[in-house]
Nanobody
Framework: VQLVESGGGLVQAGGSLRLSCTAS????????IGWVRQAPGKEREGIAS????????YYAESVEARFTISSDDGKNTVFLQMNNLKPEDTADYFC???????????????????????WGQGTQVTVSS
């Protein structure tokens, strides 16, 4: 499984970016794809997850109402629409994928990002004030 992120860049506070994560082949029949970020000097933070059944979407409080995760299942691509960006959103953003066990798996992955099985290389987001 290969995950490739794109869409990062430099944006002013209040602006928007849309990140993409494309999976080459998904070996799980039922899976969770999520977005995780890591700011310099800070711990990794799970921020959004999407289940392959399309019914279970979870967000971290820090991004809820500003970020939206969605999927183009036909192309194995997951998007993260980020609106009203803040300087504290500056980080490297990664997508991860892992098997889905229950309806709450996406929430588990956000809280325990180390459980993702596969990871992309990341894309950098910088928000200037």
């Amino acid at each position: 499984v290969q995950l490739v992120e794109s869409g990062g860049g430099l944006v002013q506070a209040g602006g928007s970016l849309r990140l993409s994560c494309t999976a080459s082949v998904l070996t799980f029949d039922d899976y969770v794809i999520g977005w995780v970020r890591q700011a310099p000097g800070k711990e990794r933070e799970g921020i959004a997850s999407y289940s392959s059944n399309g019914s279970n979407i979870y967000y971290a409080e820090s991004v809820e109402a500003r970020f939206t995760i969605s999927s183009d299942d036909g192309k194995n691509t997951v998007f993260l629409q980020m609106n009203n960006l803040k300087p504290e959103d500056t980080a490297d953003y990664f997508c991860g994928v892992g098997p889905r066990f229950t309806a709450y798996s996406g929430r588990v992955y956000i809280s325990n990002t180390e459980r993702f099985t596969y990871w992309g290389q990341g894309t950098q987001v910088t928000v200037s004030s």
